[in-house]
């Protein structure tokens, strides 16, 4: 069973669209985040979210936008996109109540092209 | 702000050699880990770092945390070519990450 599950996996399409990547988790984490991965392998937090407190880095363009229906999924919407938006999006839970970890588990990841 | 610098970058080995990819970061954190990314796949959860001197080994790999250092390192004892992936650490603040050492071992 799936632990983190994203869809797609694979999403191409064209400047100026808006999209949406979806996430769910079955491991009744209580946080989840969005991660951007460039062409460079360099990985980058861009929103973490729990029931309580959405966290955005500041670095992320208000075009993205996550949303939240419920506690096990956190939806990565993006508006207008543009050619440098293309690069592999992760999803992650973690449970930081439980246990102090607040150890990651990954989604597959979807990477997003932009023509 | 935080940085975390890892190094080296790239590392390619023979089999059976030993070997530590470090981690330092900027500024006062608690929490370290670490994860391996196989090529076009996800991250896969290695070590949870919780506290200063913090030392975990599982297989081959050992992690280890100097709180008041900064530091964290990852050894490689006797690699074998299933080792071969990109590793990164990744610091609770902010849950930044270092840019990842991509590890080749070969025969």
């Known amino acids: 069973d799936t632990a983190v599950s994203q869809t797609p996996k694979y999403l191409v399409t064209q400047m100026g669209n808006d999209k949406s990547i979806k996430c769910e988790q079955n491991?009744?984490?209580?946080?989840m985040y969005w991660y951007k991965q460039d062409s460079k392998k360099f990985l980058k937090i861009m929103f973490s979210?729990?029931?309580?407190?959405?966290?955005i880095n500041e670095t992320v363009p208000n075009r993205f936008s996550p949303k939240s229906p419920d506690k096990a999924h956190l939806n990565l919407h993006i508006n207008s996109l543009e050619l440098g938006d293309s690069a592999v999006y992760f999803c992650?839970?973690?449970?930081?109540?439980?246990?102090?970890?607040?150890?990651?588990?990954f989604g597959p990841g979807t990477r997003l092209t932009v023509t | 702000e935080l940085k975390v610098e890892q190094n080296p970058l790239f590392l390619s080995m023979q089999e059976g050699k030993n070997y530590t990819i470090y981690c330092n970061y900027s500024t006062t954190s608690d929490r370290l880990y670490w994860y391996r990314q196989d090529p076009g796949k996800s991250l896969e959860s290695l070590f949870v770092?919780?506290?200063?001197?913090a030392v975990k080994q599982e297989g081959r790999l050992m992690a280890s945390l100097d709180t008041k250092a900064r530091l964290s390192t990852l050894h490689i004892t006797a690699a074998v070519h299933d080792l071969s992936a990109t590793y990164f650490c990744a610091v609770h603040n902010d849950m930044r990450f270092g840019a990842g050492t991509r590890l080749t071992v070969k025969p």
């Open positions: 770092l919780l506290s200063n001197g």
């Open positions: 979210y729990n029931n309580k407190e959405l966290i």
């Open positions: 992650a839970s973690s449970d930081g109540q439980e246990t102090p970890s607040y150890e990651q588990y």
């Open positions: 491991l009744g984490h209580d946080t």
